[in-house]
């Protein structure tokens, strides 16, 4: 690895987990649908947690759950956020369709058998942007675990011009976490037929964290 990219690796993670936690404190938040994932962890049922790439960022520290096993790319990009995910005692799973993706998915249907929540970014890690993949409707066939779908808009934020419009929130925005209602595959049920309801069921989500922005006389970015 060339010196340039140790020193990324090295110092961007520990900058990138600080700005991180500081936009938390800086940005007013509302959380809606909490129930949708406490319940599921009630009734001693673990999910898989399913939300866009261009929410990343601020995903860590919306998620109330104590560890989860986060499906990240085996890139350089990957790297860095995986590094910036164990600042926040969050575990990585390295992957993508790309690239180490099928041994990546059969350790996490490996882990499903453990009390830990699966995350997936199911248009991840190249798009298209808020399409969903295989990868979580085999995860959730296989493993009969349920998705809830997660959101995170705010009312003041820079979009990058990436192929996700990944977005950067700006501090002091006004922002909403939202949890959707879990989703089971039914036996029998076609592949299609539920990455179409989960594609629904997480921008039906997305709107609600929208509206309920709206209600306090803001627009998301």
Not at 166 to 183: C, D, N
Request: aromatic share 10%; proline share 5%; glycine share 8%.
């Amino acid at each position: 690895m060339q010196l340039g990219n140790r020193l990324l690796i090295f110092f961007a993670p520990p900058l990138a987990a600080l700005i991180i936690r500081f936009l938390h404190l800086c940005i007013r938040c509302e959380v809606l649908g909490l129930e949708q994932l406490t319940d599921q962890w009630q009734r001693k049922q673990n999910v898989i947690i399913s939300f866009w790439h261009d929410q990343l960022l601020m995903m860590v520290l919306g998620y109330p759950g104590k560890k989860a096993r986060i499906l990240i790319s085996a890139s350089k990009d990957g790297e860095l956020i995986a590094r910036v995910m164990r600042s926040f005692g969050q575990d990585a799973v390295r992957g993508s369709s790309s690239r180490g993706g099928r041994a990546a998915f059969k350790y996490l249907i490996k882990l499903a058998d453990e009390p830990t929540d699966l995350v997936i970014t199911p248009d991840g890690p190249k798009g298209p942007r808020h399409q969903i993949k295989d990868g979580v409707v085999q995860l959730a066939r296989l493993t009969g675990r349920p998705i809830v779908p997660m959101a995170f808009v705010c009312s003041r934020g820079h979009r990058f011009a990436s192929w996700d419009r990944f977005l950067l929130p700006y501090p002091f925005s006004r922002g909403v976490y939202s949890f959707g209602e879990a989703l089971f595959y039914q036996q029998g049920e076609s592949t299609d037929a539920f990455r179409e309801r989960i594609e629904l069921a997480m921008r039906e989500n997305q709107r609600a964290a929208e509206s309920c922005l709206e209600a306090r006389g803001a627009t998301a970015v």
